[in-house]
T-cell receptor, first 114, second 111 residues
Framework: DVKVTQSSRYLVKRTGEKVFLECVQDMDHENMFWYRQDPGLGLRLIYFSYDVKMKEKGDIPEGYSVSREKKERFSLILESASTNQTSMYLC?????????????FGPGTRLTVL | EDQVTQSPEALRLQEGESSSLNCSYTVSGLRGLFWYRQDPGKGPEFLFTLYSAGEEKEKERLKATLTKKESFLHITAPKPEDSATYLCAVQGNTGGFKTIFGAGTRLFVKA
């Protein structure tokens, strides 16, 4: 089974702090994604990556950056955390080019910015 | 613009009371429509992929169907353990690997 792990389940940070959320997948998937999930809004795509060192902006990239130095690891960075970035963050992976296939999700990180 | 709308927002059923969840979508060239289940405090878990109108897939008490404008997730004789949020998502031809998710339907099944 594909396993996607995220570095923290719960995180509390202060406004202005730099925040790192890490995600690791163990099935050699090409694609990796970062979403945030807020009540009533569903999952919104922040960034995705279809190859090592490649990244594409999603629908809400402002205030975020990403890093993918290794195929299995995709990091989300909040350069200067703000209270409106309090949310559930979900990482996902999928197989890759040519596949209209499902995404496998991690357990999520619930981030609170005070 | 690709869009997914799910209804109802919440659905309360008695155990054994069958019903359907709706997912209406607009997309430029459907590559795939996905259903996921999400339990509280967890990440979504994949259920089905549908690729073309007329396609149907089943898994235990769940059956997903697809038309050119909407998909239904039919739940037959639900049990309390089917309580969860069900998410619908679409992937179109113009978005690369982008997948657009609906806001979900929260299902509560009472024993």
């Amino acid at each position: 089974d594909v396993k996607v792990t995220q570095s923290s389940r719960y995180l509390v940070k202060r406004t202005g702090e730099k925040v790192f959320l890490e995600c690791v997948q163990d099935m050699d998937h090409e694609n990796m994604f970062w979403y945030r999930q807020d009540p009533g809004l569903g999952l919104r795509l922040i960034y995705f990556s279809y190859d090592v060192k490649m990244k594409e902006k999603g629908d809400i990239p402002e205030g975020y950056s990403v890093s993918r130095e290794k195929k299995e690891r995709f990091s989300l960075i909040l350069e200067s955390a703000s209270t409106n970035q309090t949310s559930m963050y979900l990482c996902a992976s999928s197989r890759g080019a040519g596949f209209q296939d499902e995404q496998f999700f991690g357990p999520g990180t619930r981030l609170t910015v005070l | 613009e690709d869009q997914v709308t799910q209804s109802p927002e919440a659905l309360r059923l008695q155990e054994g009371e069958s019903s359907s969840l709706n997912c209406s979508y607009t997309v430029s060239g459907l590559r795939g429509l996905f259903w996921y289940r999400q339990d509280p405090g967890k990440g979504p878990e994949f259920l089905f992929t549908l690729y073309s109108a007329g396609e149907e897939k089943e898994k235990e008490r769940l059956k997903a169907t697809l038309t050119k404008k909407e998909s239904f997730l039919h739940i037959t004789a639900p049990k309390p353990e089917d309580s969860a949020t069900y998410l619908c998502a679409v992937q179109g031809n113009t978005g690369g690997f982008k997948t657009i998710f609906g806001a979900g339907t929260r299902l509560f099944v009472k024993a």
